[in-house]
């Protein structure tokens, strides 16, 4: 096991504090320019890169570029303000010993306040718009009831959007007004019903021999998991050290947690959705029509699909088979070619019209996907959706693959797509996606779908 420290680096608040400096230095330059000697121009560059680099270097000491701290709004103000205290000492002290001049002391007035001010601003702003606009979380906390308030005060006492669902119980004592969600012996039933995307345990170093087995279970499914007061070593997640409050904390996660590559793939999927629906909107008109020619009924076919961590969506496609199809799927399951009851599909399967056939085999039938996409309900690339009825079937270890979301296009999608029948084959190309993501991948892997789809071989 790994602690993957590069992998909690926040490069856009880093970025940002250089930034607001440098726009700092430029306003004190413009308000006290008539005052400044440009004989000593370069010391004024030097002044703001060494400014720029120094107070990064204390803001990287106090954490405060990693993604597994907590943000609290005085726990920013503080270290913010310490850090630039300790990097205007720093540096003011290095630059007057090693020249003997005079900068403008209105200049260093008006740069010292403007930066400190701006600085703070923009943090505490980012944190209430990431509290406020952020994606939410979804937590289920594990433990006593007389912890769960105190743990829920730090929650909301930090910048960490999160929508707590309520608590598992560890022992029999019942406080009224709280959400109980069940007992510790109901713990997989209570993921399976109550979709979430990570666990917070309180547990003491007595009772760490009980509490293992419930993290191979969220690690199986995919869910990130938190423990409070407690240390556990294991081989299949990934995992760091944090702090909530008072509380020490190691998280356990099999998906990436790094918000500058999540931003990144979600800023990708936005454009790439547009881009998708202006490019085909043609394509989907003259399909539109086509299916409504071809055979009554709806030209959209929207089923629930499973997403992220359980969560529930609608998947739209266009139309491929006759109205009422599901319900003749019980007299052609004999001829199931996939070879598990999860999954379903025949070559010539005699629900299929004669269009349907065509944008099956061209996946047409795909597009709309692109409004799940730019929605936000599935992403370009990913795994694949699995149906309701799917995943009621499905056994631990298979939860993992729908731990992030689904995508249009992923490893199983490009390789052949139904040429790989077997369904533990497509669940291991499902976490294999997981495991190695990258943005580098995604882009690989779309790549790979255009090619496929010149040659759809394996596509009905």
Known sequence: MNMHKTENFILPNALMDIVVTMFSF?????????????????????????????????????????????????????????????????????????????????????????????????????????KRIGNSLKVIYVGEPNMYEKFKRYVNLSGFNSDIIGYIQTNSEIINGLNRLGYLKDFEIILKNNPCDYVVFTQSLSEKTHLLPY????????????????????????????????????TYHNVTLDPFALFAKRLIDILGAIVGIIMFFPVMAITALAIKMDSPGPVLFSQVRVGRNGRKFTMYKFRSMYVGAEKRKAELIAQNEMGDTRLFKIKDDPRITKVGKFIRKTSIDELPQFFNVFIGNMSLVGTRPPTVDEVEKYELNHYRRISIKPGITGIWQSSGRNMVKDFNKIVAMDIEYIEKWSLLLDIKLLLKTVCMLLNPKGAY
Not at 54 to 65: A, D
């Open 26 to 130: 430029a306003m004190a330059y413009l308000i006290t320019h008539a005052r400044l000697n440009v004989e000593y121009k370069n010391w004024y560059v030097a002044l703001l890169i060494s400014f720029c680099v120094v107070f990064f270097l204390f803001m990287t000491m106090f954490r405060m570029y990693n993604s597994s701290t907590f943000f609290y709004t005085d726990r920013v103000i503080k270290y913010t303000t310490l850090s630039f205290v300790l990097t205007t000492a720093l540096v003011f002290t290095i630059l007057f010993i090693a020249y003997n001049t005079t900068f403008s002391r209105l200049f260093l007035l008006v740069f010292i306040i403007m930066n400190l001010v701006f600085l703070n601003f923009t943090k505490v702003l980012l944190l209430y718009i990431n």
């Open 215 to 250: 993290l191979e279970i969220l690690t199986e499914m995919g869910i990130s998991s938190r423990v409070i007061l407690d240390v556990h070593h294991m081989n299949s997640a990934r995992w760091y050290l944090s702090s909530l409050g008072t509380f020490p904390m190691i």
